[in-house]
Nanobody, 119 residues
Framework: VQLVESGGGSVQTGESLRLSCAASGFSFDDYTIGWVREVPGKDPEWISCLQSSDKNTYYANSVKGRFTSTDDGAKTLYLQMNNLKPEDTGVYHC??????????????WGRGARVTVSS
């Protein structure tokens, strides 16, 4: 399993960013794939999850209505982040685990993309 993120950066409050995750070595049909946010001093938090068991996408309450995760049906996962807030600052890892979102933030992680939101 290989996961490579791209698209991070520094933005102002209210702006948008889109992250991409290039996945290889596994099928989206067999793994749950999502995004995990890592912030120093806090436990990693999964913020979106495309669950393999039911093919639904789930979001953490902290990002619901602002972030949208999509995929190309093959090997790329995206995270569109709108109306960004300073508390969204962190390193965003693409992650893959078993059949359920409950497996996150465990499983396989990419190296991450840093997102910085300033006020």
């Amino acid at each position: 399993v290989q996961l490579v993120e791209s698209g991070g950066g520094s933005v102002q409050t209210g702006e948008s960013l889109r992250l991409s995750c290039a996945a290889s070595g596994f099928s989206f049909d067999d793994y749950t794939i999502g995004w995990v946010r890592e912030v120093p001093g806090k436990d990693p938090e999964w913020i979106s999850c495309l669950q393999s068991s039911d093919k639904n996408t789930y979001y953490a309450n902290s990002v619901k209505g602002r972030f949208t995760s999509t995929d190309d049906g093959a090997k790329t996962l995206y995270l569109q982040m709108n109306n960004l807030k300073p508390e969204d600052t962190g390193v965003y890892h693409c992650a893959a685990t078993g059949r359920y979102c409950a497996g996150l933030p465990g499983g396989y992680w990419g190296r991450g993309a840093r997102v910085t939101v300033s006020s």
